[in-house]
């Protein structure tokens, strides 16, 4: 079963890659992989390791920030939401995690969503 987030970075590989005009092929040659395997992450098929995707962001001459970056602006699913908030969160201390914690037990409280 493909996770939301192997579909996202397997659909933002393949955005970068047709954006530079290369094929599976290319893409695996430049990144020293296998096609099959560049198939199957576009696909979402297939977990990437961080070694892969960093050999493969080098072939697309990008950064990994770059290619997670993007992924922000197509989604908007529940996965990516809750991702989005816990990377906000980590960027934070250990105070204005708890306070923000507590914020959010009140407010969720009040309102009874």
């Known amino acids: 079963m493909m996770s939301e987030i192997q579909k996202m970075v ?29 198939g199957q992450l576009e696909r979402g098929e297939k ?11 080098v072939a697309l001459g990008i950064s990994l920030e770059q290619l997670f970056q993007a992924m922000e602006m197509n989604n908007e699913s529940k996965d990516y939401t809750l991702i989005k908030i816990i990377t906000f969160l980590q960027t934070k201390s250990v105070e204005e995690q708890k306070f923000v914690l507590k914020f959010l037990q009140m407010l969720f409280e009040w309102k009874k969503f």
Not at 47 to 57: E, G, R, W, Y
Request: glycine residues 4%; hydrophobic residues 40%; positive net charge.
């Open 47 to 57: 977990n990437p390791t961080l070694n892969s995707m960093l050999k493969i962001a």
């Open 10 to 38: 397997g659909e933002r590989i393949r955005h970068f890659r047709k954006e530079k005009g290369l094929s599976q092929e290319d893409l695996a040659s430049l990144a020293n992989l296998h096609a099959t395997y560049i």
